[in-house]
């Protein structure tokens, strides 16, 4: 019986200190744990006030914006910056945005900017049917957008995946005509990359895999549909002329002949006339479609998806020309023959001739009056 009361002794006393270590042991991790938080609350480097530029996306959770937080060096440790937020009951609380840190910030700053969110400047703009790169710029730049070097540099050489921009060529004109049309707003200090990548965006989202295919059906590539698209874009505003615009492209570009479209014209000479004379008609680039057969190098504008839905679906008929209707209510007359294209041009210059007559004889009798 003794040598069992020994035995049974020897084992509490085991079983003890096996209790007393792991105490030790827990009090040790315990005091480890709470240092390593105490220190992970600290800023990552007190002498470092650099601006460290960070997006926390729409529906990003606290495990996310603690481990984007880390990664970008602004924190100590994930781990503890989601125990405090969680003890604190504010990780549910953080707002979406475009955020300025430093790691110079405790946890504790840096918990109460994303809290509080970034009260951001929204500017609402309209980009107008029918505008060229350049004059889309000057609506962007006026929006306090962006610069103009900002805007170029983008248009150069900004780096956006999209399918329609694949045999998109350098230099400004590369992304001409997919600036799509359409009122926009944005918070003001999204930057040039972010509005620009917007407005292809919405080019994007427009031009469907239906349109691709009819596209690849035409045996066109969509760098030229878009270019038949701005033509009729700047040729008529009438909605029913544009698919019978595009035909007449089509059946000049099959009968081999120029296209002779001023408002290429106007493209080639970059800022627009009110009428062309016949030296503007003689101008050496590649986008006089009087002097060059077939299409010019690309877009001329940024047209809507109705000029684009023409190009891609032009009405049957046999015409090669057209010009201004003689009643002056920016509609068109259409003929298959040079003859009655003739005609029609000779009735319209005697119409607008009149006019201006008219309106003459009544500025003089505005004068007389003033008299």
């Not at 050489?157 to 045999?167: E, K, P, T, V, W």
Request: some cysteine.
């Amino acid at each position: 019986m003794r040598y069992k009361r020994k035995k049974n002794y020897k084992r509490r006393r085991w079983v003890s200190i096996g209790v007393t270590a792991a105490i030790v042991v827990f009090a040790v991790w315990l005091g480890t744990q709470i240092m390593a938080y105490t220190e992970a609350q600290k800023p990552v480097d007190p002498s470092d006030s650099a601006v460290v530029s960070l997006e926390i996306s729409e529906g990003t959770g606290l495990e996310g914006i603690a481990k984007t937080l880390e990664e970008n060096g602004l924190i100590r440790s994930a781990k503890f910056f989601a125990l405090r937020s969680n003890l604190e009951r504010v990780g549910d609380k953080f707002k979406a945005g475009d955020y300025e840190f430093s790691r110079a910030m405790s946890v504790n700053d840096i918990m109460g900017i994303l809290v509080n969110g970034i009260e951001r400047e929204a500017v609402k703009f309209t980009i107008p049917e029918g505008l060229t790169t350049a004059q889309t710029m000057s609506i962007l730049t006026d929006a306090g957008l962006m610069t103009e070097d900002e805007f170029w540099n983008e248009i150069e050489n900004g780096q956006f995946d999209y399918r329609f921009l694949q045999d998109a060529p350098a230099g400004r004109d590369r992304l001409e005509g997919f600036l799509y049309p359409e009122t926009y707003e944005v918070y003001k200090d999204v930057g040039a990359h972010a509005v620009v990548d917007m407005l292809l965006g919405q080019f994007d989202s427009l031009f469907t895999d239906d349109d691709y295919a009819r596209a690849e059906k035409l045996k066109r590539p969509v760098r030229e549909i878009i270019t038949i698209a701005s033509l009729i874009e700047r040729e008529t505003a009438v909605a029913d002329e544009r698919p019978v615009v595009a035909r007449v492209i089509y059946n000049r570009l099959k009968d081999d002949m120029a296209l002779q479209i001023d408002a290429a014209i106007q493209y080639a000479l970059g800022t627009p006339r009110e009428q062309l004379t016949n030296e503007d008609l003689e101008i050496d680039s590649p986008y006089n479609v009087y002097k060059n057969k077939g299409l010019p190098p690309g877009p001329i504008c940024n047209p809507r998806k109705a000029s684009v839905d023409a190009a891609l679906h032009p009405e049957k008929n046999d015409y090669l020309f057209y010009v201004l209707d003689p009643a002056l209510n920016g509609m068109h007359r259409f003929s298959a023959s040079y003859d009655e294209f003739l005609v029609n041009k000779d009735a319209y210059q005697a119409a607008l001739a009149a006019r201006d007559a008219e309106e003459a004889e009544s500025g003089d009798e505005e004068n007389e009056g003033e008299e």
